[in-house]
């Protein structure tokens, strides 16, 4: 069974810092390009940041650029979102996903069954 189970989220003030992770099983971790979204109450899910399944490759959008920073660890079937300089508007429940299609390349797209339970992020004086 295919499976990813997000932690790492919590309450921070702004300004403040997290990482993210994100542990895969049941499926070839390394042959999938991996990505991040969130979801905030009332909003829909945003997508955030992605990387290909050799990690070399990474995608932000604009709203986290230069903040944020993805990776992946294939041995340890992991991807991890660093978090920095957070704001308020970034509190929201945050999930890591598979890409749509197999084959290691981002295609802009996510599985969006695949999706975790996820974590909490609450950004917060």
């Known amino acids: 069974v295919e499976r990813l189970v997000e932690s790492g989220g919590g309450l921070v003030q702004p300004g403040g810092s997290l990482t993210l992770s994100c542990v895969a099983s049941g499926f070839t971790f390394s042959s999938w390009a991996m990505a991040w979204v969130r979801q905030a109450p009332g909003k829909p899910v945003e997508w955030i940041s992605a990387?290909?399944?050799?990690?070399?490759?990474?995608y932000y959008a604009d709203s986290v650029k230069g903040r944020f920073t993805i990776s992946r660890d294939n041995a340890k079937r992991t991807v991890y979102l660093q978090l920095n300089s957070l704001k308020t508007d970034d509190t929201a429940m945050y999930y890591c996903a598979k890409d749509a299609k197999y084959g290691g390349v981002w295609t802009g797209a996510i599985d969006d069954g695949s999706r975790g339970q996820g974590t909490q992020v609450t950004v917060s004086s």
């Open positions: 990387i290909n399944s050799g990690g070399w490759n990474t």
